[in-house]
């Protein structure tokens, strides 16, 4: 599997200043777009780097347990045909935490982005201050770091999804209303856990948004320097945007929060202070109230998703009320998709989180009213689509994005 993001930026070797970091970096993306199709000579002709500077570069990543030489042989026209590279499998290892309203997961891959453990704990989270939010933290991570070590491979960072609007350069959550957080710093809460303390996992950690990180567990989409608006539902609604394969943050970083964009001004309060929020209409919890369900902590976790099931099961057995309350859920996506549709001009909207799930209830009645507000539709009618993951997704973007690190700045890694 390639990483999350693949495309080899500034192929031209750099001339002066930071010239090692940034061939080594050349090199590296190189290796990763490749996916074990390239050799030392294909880096020179693809980057522009002379042969003996690209198999230089390739030595050091090697050393650094970056990169790896394959078994098979790259075809060439003449002579003996040359080794082919890969990235390492055994190597620097990125582990991804989500703290949401009701679970916690935590999801480890390797520098190829593939997928070595993943384990969620289903536990309310809101109200809970940093003693009670250390205790499933300590059990998910502890589990992680137990089998990053079991597989041999290195903790090079963690980072943290989290539902609301954080302050990435100081590690602080300024606002979770669904968690009931204010200017929390929670990267120092992390870092005092008991299991955690003294080992790598508190050396580099980062914290972003939990449809942020969602919206980078599509790979392909990445690949493709796809530009999508990723939907996560839950208990409450955000949304991660990227343009060009590159996710858009905003100017301080609180991009995508759809879930408070109100429809209704006379509407239900909303945790955030406001009324008619869309996440009143639409979140998890609105949903399952409007089937006449109540809430179930973890009900939206990959195996404890029982109220998930209920809806489903319910919804397909004829139940109106569960019908009409994932009507009115989709319609109001609708209308909040529909005039970011008219703002952005994208060609793709990806419903991720439960909206995975209910798909076929809620998209008829999206598309309905993007069809009607969209005022491009009649001649570019946008693709809604579903997640490649489920709940899973913020928690697994979050450790690819840390491996995505190393290969942007692989002298990061090797100067350690």
Known sequence: MIPLSSRVARRH?????GLRGHNLGLALRCVAASSGTISRAGISASTGLNRSTASS?????????????????VPSGVGRPPTALALSETGPAGL???VSV???????????????????VAQDQRGHDSPELLGSVASVAGDALAAIAADGLTLSGTAVAVPGLVNR????????????WCDLDLVEVLRGVDVLRGHAFGENITLDNEAN???????????????????????????????????????HGWSGEVGHQSIDRDGPRCGCG????????????AILSGAGMSATPGAGVPGARPAVDLILQWADGGDQRTIDALARAGAALGVVLAGCLNLLDLDRVVLGGIYRELASWIIPEIEREVTGRFVGARWAQPVIDTATYAAEAPA???????????IDDPLRWLSR
Not at 13 to 17: E, H, I, L, Y
Not at 169 to 175: A, H, K, T, W
Not at 396 to 406: E, H, K
Request: glycine share 16%; net charge negative.
């Open 13 to 17: 070797p750099a001339r002066s200043g």
């Open 57 to 73: 570069l390739v030595d050091e990543l090697i050393c650094g347990g970056l990169v790896r030489e394959l078994e098979g042989r």
């Open 96 to 98: 991804g935490l989500d």
């Open 102 to 120: 009701d679970y916690v997961s935590a999801c480890v891959v390797d520098l190829t982005g593939t997928i070595r453990h993943r384990h969620v």
């Open 169 to 180: 350069e100081s590690g602080r959550v300024i606002l979770a209303p669904n968690l009931g």
């Open 213 to 251: 990180f969602a919206a980078l567990s599509e790979e392909e989409l990445l690949r493709a320097d796809q530009s999508y608006l990723y939907v996560n539902g839950q208990v409450g609604v955000g949304a991660g945007l990227v343009l060009g394969g590159e996710l858009y943050r905003g100017r």
């Open 274 to 285: 406001q009324r008619g929020c869309l996440e009143q209409y639409a979140g998890h919890e």
């Open 396 to 406: 697994l973007g979050a450790a690819r994005s840390v491996v995505q690190g190393i």
